[in-house]
RNA sequence: GCUCCCAUCGUCUAGAGGCCUAGGACACAGCCCUCUCAAGGCUGGUACGAGGGUUCGAAUCCCUCUGGGAGCGCCA
């Protein structure tokens, strides 16, 4: 029943061809995906990836992706960072049809919340005897493990407990002693599921151990949440990273015992920071939260990570609403993939150029007061946009518009000196008969200096900007006003005059 | 150690036995365009981890090795 027939390759190539997600005994659906972070730490890239990816199956086939929160490990989890969770994924754009900020029929969507539903679970797992209590403490564990290691096999739970007789743990609990409940994994069997990414996989049962699935505070493990929430949740489709391969035939076997509905999965390939190693907090600044301050706009992350491990058919700029049609999990790596700056900075380009002036003004708020009222902003933001990759990049190009001085960089002032004295008296004088018109301005001073192409326009933007490179002149000058323009032409030609 | 996953330019990837003297994108270099930068256009270099098979033919299928990663937690 695990198995999906009909599938004579694997999922990956059957995927490309047809319904991602077809097969024997689970008709064409839509899905219902979900994304379940725990509030333990930022958001790095990977797990937005994997949030994002999930969105994106959601919606390419006509479904809904549900957000749960496993905040189990109430010593980790954190309210602050759960909201600063949701922030994050909004503002890369996801969409949930159902979560904690949001409801459904599916609530409540914080794991510390359903205990009910764990409970009955495990009455149902007790009733059928496929659990027992255990009592090893934590020490006794990890020396075990060190021992298996040592004598080079598997460090598996030993099953010191599995067979205590009930009233001796009877006896221990009457004695204060606080088990863990540790499920039974059966003997001799092979636990088969198709993964969507990486086809059919078959794992022994005799190689995993007992594991916990409540712990001695009482507080469910992951291994049993996750799994009885994605069944009461209706999940049809677990997409999570590869670090969970290994581990699904526990649930599947819990699933089993339960006799609830198994998902399909599919576990997407992890991400890999510059230095090789898989994204993490050490691996420096991947989280959201440090790309958003850092100003990339969320379609540039979007852009991009549509194609980190993904073959996008699509090869240029898409619009947040596009990528669904361009997502398909048929297409999706299997293989780790490094996160590139380089590559984030093309989209980032891309984002900028493609950005409405509104976003562009939200993007730069804080930074453009200065520039003047909302006419103005706008202007200014047209016609330096082209020059910006983040908000900071705007400071500079402000300071032009608006300092009442500026300073030369040495490439400009070279430009100035080379350009001499008269250049600039006349460009002056052309100044007053033609301000504000930048086109007459500069074809009179191209006219009575004989220059033309860079050798006339050159010095005007060095003098004018300070640089020798930056947006195109005439919209800064008619932003600068007349009186500062002549005050730079005027102090450009002192400048050339004291022989620099 | 055991189990599992993965392996094409520096990076992201195309590739389903002949369409591959391996294609695209980013990055890099050069040229063009241009008042500069950016954008755009053109050109260039760089890749099938190794060894064995199977086949008339292998990047593609099989095996071994190597390399990388994950899991084996009262973390998720």
């Avoid at 725990?38 to 199956?57: V, Y």
């Avoid at 699935?213 to 997409?239: K, P």
């Avoid at 596009?322 to 398909?328: I, L, S, T, W």
């Amino acid at each position: 029943m695990l198995r999906c027939q009909g599938a004579p390759r694997p999922a990956r190539a059957q995927a490309g061809r047809s319904d991602p997600v077809t097969c024997a005994d689970m008709p064409a659906a839509s899905h219902v995906t979900r994304f379940a972070p725990s509030p333990t730490g930022a958001l790095h890239l990977g797990n937005a990836r994997t949030a994002f990816f999930n969105d994106l199956a959601a919606r390419a086939s006509g479904g809904r992706m549900v957000l749960r929160i496993e905040d189990t490990d109430a010593e980790r989890s954190d309210d602050a960072l759960l909201v600063k969770l949701l922030e994050d994924l909004r503002w890369l754009g996801l969409e949930w049809a159902e979560g904690p900020d949001v409801g459904g029929v599916h609530g409540p969507y914080r794991q510390s919340e359903r205990g009910t539903y764990y409970a009955r679970a495990i009455d149902s797992l007790e009733a059928q005897g496929r659990v027992y209590p255990c009592f090893c403490s934590p020490e006794e564990l990890r020396l075990s493990r060190k021992a298996q290691l040592a004598a080079g096999r598997p460090p598996r739970y030993a099953g010191t407990c599995a067979a205590l007789p009930a009233a001796e743990a009877a006896r221990r609990v009457a004695a204060g002693a606080r088990p863990a409940l540790r499920f039974r994994v059966p003997a001799g069997k092979a636990i088969e599921f198709d993964d969507l990414i990486h086809g059919p996989q078959r794992f022994a049962s005799d190689d995993i151990g007992d594991f916990v699935i409540r712990r001695a505070d009482g507080s469910v493990a992951f291994f049993l949440g996750n799994a009885v929430d994605d069944a009461e949740m209706g999940i049809t489709l677990v997409l999570r990273g590869d670090d969970h391969l290994a581990n699904t035939p526990r649930q599947v076997m819990l699933l089993e015992a339960l006799a609830m509905p198994v998902p399909r999965y599919g576990h997407l390939p992890l991400l890999l920071g510059p230095s090789g190693a898989p994204l993490s907090k050490r691996e420096g600044a991947a989280s959201l939260g440090d790309l958003r301050a850092q100003g990339y706009l969320p379609g540039a992350l979007r852009n991009y990570l549509v194609r980190l491990g993904h073959a996008c058919p699509a090869g240029g700029w898409l619009e947040t609403g596009e990528m669904a049609k361009h997502f398909d999990l048929g297409r999706s790596s299997k293989s780790a993939a490094h996160f590139d700056e380089a590559q984030l900075r093309h989209w980032q380009r891309e984002a900028v150029t493609h950005a409405t002036e509104a976003e562009l003004l939200e993007w730069l708020s804080g930074r453009l007061e200065r520039v003047g009222d909302p006419g103005r902003r706008s202007a200014f933001v047209a016609a330096v946009r082209g020059n910006l990759l983040f908000p900071a990049d705007v400071e500079p190009l402000v300071a032009i518009v608006c300092d009442a001085a500026i300073a030369l960089d040495d490439d400009a002032g070279r430009e100035v000196s080379a350009a001499g004295p008269a250049f600039f008296e006349q460009a002056l004088d052309a100044w007053r008969v033609h301000a504000p018109d930048f086109k007459s301005w500069t074809r009179a001073v191209g006219g009575t200096t004989a220059r033309k192409g860079a050798a006339l326009y050159m010095p005007l933007r060095a003098a004018l900007t300070g640089h020798t490179h930056g947006p195109e002149l005439a919209p800064l000058v008619a932003l600068m006003g007349s009186e500062r323009v002549a005050e730079r032409i005027a102090a450009a030609g002192a400048r050339a005059a004291a022989g620099g």
